[in-house]
């Protein structure tokens, strides 16, 4: 089998790729001053022990390694046992995520974006240059 050579420009081309988005997005953010967002959209702010509840729900049921030994099980009892316990696993798993992501998508509607969406540009813009700066960083394996 013949290996492919790829000429080393292209490691370099993403990153110089996300650095110029990333000036862009930085320079887009000081040029343009309009923004408008109506009243009636802004929800109040969200509760403390509303927050704090949902992180120490998403610490106490989160997936742990103690789901190893029931895979360690059900390989020793049959191919079958592994299979259907990955499927409950993966099923309750996918189930568990869904419902997270929902839940979080309504406590995220309750908070004020506004005074942060003044500096979407800027955010996105800083998060793109830097990702791209360190993509040039080097790879030690």
């Not at 996300?18 to 702010?45: A, K, M, N, Q, S």
């Not at 869904?98 to 003044?118: C, Q, R, S, V, Y």
Request: proline share 4%.
């Amino acid at each position: 089998m013949t290996q492919v050579q790829v000429p080393a420009f292209t490691s370099k081309l993403g990153p110089i790729i996300l650095i110029i988005l990333g000036i862009y997005f930085i320079y887009r953010h000081h040029t343009h001053h309009h923004f408008h967002v109506d009243d009636e959209l802004i929800e109040g702010p969200i509760k403390k022990r509303q927050l704090i509840l949902s992180l120490m729900m998403f610490m106490i049921l989160s997936p742990c390694s103690e789901i190893l030994a029931f895979f360690f099980k059900a390989g020793s009892e049959s191919i079958q046992l592994f299979i259907l316990i990955a499927l409950i696993y993966s099923s309750i798993t996918i189930l568990g995520m869904l419902l997270w992501i929902n839940m979080a998508l309504h406590g995220l509607k309750k908070i004020n974006w506004h005074p942060i969406e003044h500096y979407a540009g800027l955010i996105t813009g800083i998060t793109i240059l830097i990702t791209g700066l360190i993509s040039f960083l080097p790879i030690k394996y």
